[in-house]
């Protein structure tokens, strides 16, 4: 088994920045892709970000492209730099991962992840 734990959140206004955090424990090892997920109040879990096992790729949503960064600090934790930050940016973000067996892709849908984290809250409000 794999936990997540998100960290990071928080109340920022309207063009701030946040950076969160997602460290993974137990049953962890270099081939984890992971990825950032959001869901805001009415909506469905959308994706945001992804990266691979390796670090070598990485993928956006259209929405967040060019404002934020996924990157792996360590091959156990990954950190979202959101830059830019606007109201429709709100919302519940989780962090995602999955065993990838060495291959070095990384994954989109929410499906394709099976551990996640509780999320963390972020708020982009004046």
């Known amino acids: 088994q794999v936990q997540l734990v998100e960290s990071g959140g928080g109340l920022v206004h309207p063009g701030g920045s946040l950076r969160l955090s997602c460290a993974a424990s137990g049953r962890t090892g270099s081939y984890y892709a992971m990825a950032w997920f959001r869901q805001a109040p009415g909506r469905e879990r959308d994706f945001v970000a992804a990266i691979s096992w390796s670090a070598s790729s990485t993928y956006y949503a259209d929405s967040v492209k060019g404002r934020f960064t996924i990157s792996r600090d360590n091959k156990n934790t990954v950190a979202l730099q959101m830059n830019s930050l606007e109201p429709e940016d709100t919302a519940v973000y989780y962090c995602?991962?999955?065993?990838?067996?060495?291959?070095?892709?990384?994954?989109?849908?929410?499906?394709?992840?099976?551990?996640w984290g509780q999320g963390t809250q972020v708020t982009v409000s004046s």
């Open positions: 995602a991962a999955r065993y990838t067996s060495g291959r070095d892709y990384t994954f989109l849908a929410s499906y394709d992840y099976n551990y």
